[in-house]
Nanobody
Framework: QAQLVESGGGLVQAGDSLKLSCATTDHIFNNYALAWFRQNPGKERVFVAAITWIGEDTDYATSVKGRFTISRDNAKNVVYLQMNSLKPEDTAVYYC??????????????WGQGTQVTVSS
């Protein structure tokens, strides 16, 4: 059974918005910090954003700060990544990950399967 399930990816134009979702279990949602990463073929997976398990603290990569917003829905056990003003360089597979340690460097105990985001110019 998948512990983290991403959804919401798709093909959009530059300047558009997209909202990704990461659904998870009660255990993970209530005990782990959750983060979003992205990866392109042949490149390393890079940190995008994270939110603590309480939801009080967030962290963003410089490249997305001011355009992306991470949030948690405590009633649904879902973490969202609202992406606005999308750019072609935001194109990647986006992954959700869970950790009890450092939200940027992990180690991460759980990973989702990823969802493709493609931004056309």
């Amino acid at each position: 059974q998948a512990q983290l399930v991403e959804s919401g990816g798709g093909l959009v134009q530059a300047g558009d918005s997209l909202k990704l979702s990461c659904a998870t279990t009660d255990h993970i949602f209530n005990n782990y910090a959750l983060a979003w990463f992205r990866q392109n073929p042949g490149k390393e997976r890079v940190f995008v954003a994270a939110i603590t398990w309480i939801g009080e603290d967030t962290d963003y990569a410089t490249s997305v700060k001011g355009r992306f917003t991470i949030s948690r829905d405590n009633a649904k056990n879902v973490v969202y990544l609202q992406m606005n003003s999308l750019k072609p360089e935001d194109t990647a597979v986006y992954y959700c990950a869970a950790t009890t340690t450092n939200v940027r460097f992990g180690p991460f105990d759980y990973w989702g399967q990823g969802t493709q985001v493609t931004v056309s110019s």
